[in-house]
């Protein structure tokens, strides 16, 4: 079946520091990818998301690349800012599922001043 | 200004009593969804409704009821047969065979 797994959180990260949050999935055919963003006390907003196999999704200056031949779609993002502090969650979406949206369990980040 | 609103932000349901929690959207979306939000996780789908007057039942639906007599809006009602109700509860909306869903604020039921 289709799945969505990500890494395990807290991750905690000084200003302006280099992250990665890592996801891989498994689902038959060509899904699309998200990440949302989740900011405390909120719903999920959509940050970015890529629909086909080498696109790139990029927003707020994070980034993920659509990995065919690894099934990952890896979120990045250059000097992350306090403001980043987050849940992260990675999602997919199949044809073949009834398209209904198949959630990773969420990354939550911390970034320090 | 488009988008989703839930209400109320907090709700506290007694012991044997039913709640009701509200979901509205002005996206012209068809799609709409419920999903709770508990932590370590993520997200669980209750229902979905792709047209009025239709829906299906998500993973969880079990203590839960919904209609959709409206386009715009999406009623969840959490019945006493759900026996662990505390939770974060998200709706959603999306274009007719749209990927991206937009989500509301969120209503947080707590039990007293």
């Known amino acids: 079946g289709n799945s969505v797994t990500q890494m395990e959180g807290p991750v905690t990260l000084s200003e302006e520091a280099f992250l990665t949050i890592n996801c891989t999935y498994t689902?038959?055919?060509?899904?699309?990818l998200f990440w949302y963003v989740q900011y405390p006390g909120e719903g999920l907003q959509l940050l970015l998301k890529?629909?086909?196999a080498d696109d790139k999704g990029s927003n707020k200056g994070f980034e993920a690349t659509y990995r065919k031949e690894t099934t990952s779609f890896h979120l990045e993002k250059g000097s992350v800012q306090v403001s980043d502090s987050a849940v992260y969650f990675c999602?997919?979406?199949?044809?073949?599922?009834?398209?209904?949206?198949?959630w990773g369990l969420g990354t939550s980040l911390a970034v320090n001043p | 200004d488009g988008g989703i609103t839930q209400s109320p932000k907090y709700l506290f349901r007694k012991e044997g009593q039913n709640v009701t929690l509200s979901c509205e959207q002005n996206?012209?979306?068809?799609?709409m969804y419920w999903y709770r939000q508990d932590p370590g996780q993520g997200l669980r789908l209750i229902y979905y409704?792709?047209?009025?007057?239709?829906?299906q039942k998500g993973d969880i639906a079990e203590g839960y009821s919904v209609s959709r007599e409206k386009k715009e809006s999406f009623p969840l009602t959490v019945t006493s047969a759900q026996k662990n109700p505390t939770a974060f509860y998200l709706c959603?909306?999306?274009?007719?065979?749209?990927?991206?869903?937009?989500f509301g604020p969120g209503t947080r039921l707590l039990v007293l």
């Open positions: 689902a038959t055919g060509y899904p699309s």
């Open positions: 996206l012209n979306h068809d799609a």
């Open positions: 409704s792709q047209i009025v007057n239709d829906f």
């Open positions: 890529a629909t086909k």
């Open positions: 959603a909306s999306s274009m007719t065979g749209g990927e991206t869903q937009y």
């Open positions: 999602a997919l979406i199949n044809a073949g599922n009834n398209r209904k949206l198949i």
